[in-house]
């Protein structure tokens, strides 16, 4: 049966979830722009410890050869920090700089990419949701709850780097339900990527809500019939679970 609530129809469903996965970045808070920072910082510390790296490489230069390394290491599509890491010794490598600066590189750009801004959103819906279900982080990406402040409200992280296979393998998505103790078809995966998160948990059994913030998605078309929600913000993920 379908009810019309908020911005959009959803699915409710057959049976009620008994925990939630989450996503992380784009989800609980816009991540370009964190990268974006990050990678400027990065820039000017390279300027400071490898001008030579500095002088032949700019932000969107470091940036495409990120890229390049991803398509041409596919077995490191799980761990987008080896890629980055790998990319600055290939960078140094190639201007003639120490390639030992790799590694205090990579640390301070990821001290900048966990700069995040979250939504405003996401502390008031994350005590809400925490208090009435068991809540596990689900990540392809590199950010760290405790880091960020975030932790508290969270039984486990699954990530892509530690588990070896990211979103959209249906086995991480297994291995979250596992740790939030509850059988796939009662588990909710909330996320913003339709391929990733909704079409992802759906395919592995599990329940869907798709957050569609504004910033990031000006419309809310396209979600999958068996999308269980369609939310602009976690308050309204909140409000239909009744947490």
Not at 39 to 44: F, P
Request: glycine share 6%; net charge neutral.
């Amino acid at each position: 049966m379908r009810y019309r609530v908020g911005v959009t129809d959803f699915v409710r469903p057959a049976v009620p979830p008994l925990a939630l996965t989450l996503d992380l970045d784009d989800t609980l808070w816009p991540v370009g722009p964190a990268i974006e920072r990050a990678e400027a910082q990065l820039h000017a510390w390279l300027r400071q410890h490898a001008p030579a790296t500095a002088d032949r490489f700019d932000t969107a230069g470091l940036r495409a050869l990120r890229d390049e390394m991803a398509r041409t290491h596919p077995h490191w599509a799980h761990d987008l920090s080896a890629i980055r890491q790998e990319s600055l010794r290939r960078a140094l490598a190639q201007a003639g700089d120490d390639v030992g600066l790799a590694q205090p590189a990579f640390e301070f750009f990821l001290s900048w990419r966990h700069r995040v801004e979250i939504y405003d959103d996401v502390v008031p819906a994350l005590e809400r949701l925490a208090a009435r279900f068991p809540l596990v982080a689900l990540t392809n990406g590199n950010a760290d709850l405790q880091t960020i402040g975030l932790d508290r409200w969270f039984r486990s992280v699954v990530s892509a780097r530690s588990f070896g296979v990211g979103k959209p393998n249906a086995a991480i998505f297994l291995e979250a339900c596992r740790r939030a103790g509850a059988p796939a078809p009662r588990v909710l995966h909330v996320g913003d990527d339709l391929a990733l998160d909704v079409r992802a948990a759906l395919a592995a059994g599990l329940q869907a809500a798709w957050v569609a913030r504004p910033d990031i998605h000006a419309d809310v078309q396209g979600a999958p019939e068996g999308a269980r929600h369609v939310v602009r913000h976690l308050g309204e993920l909140a409000d239909r679970l009744g947490a």
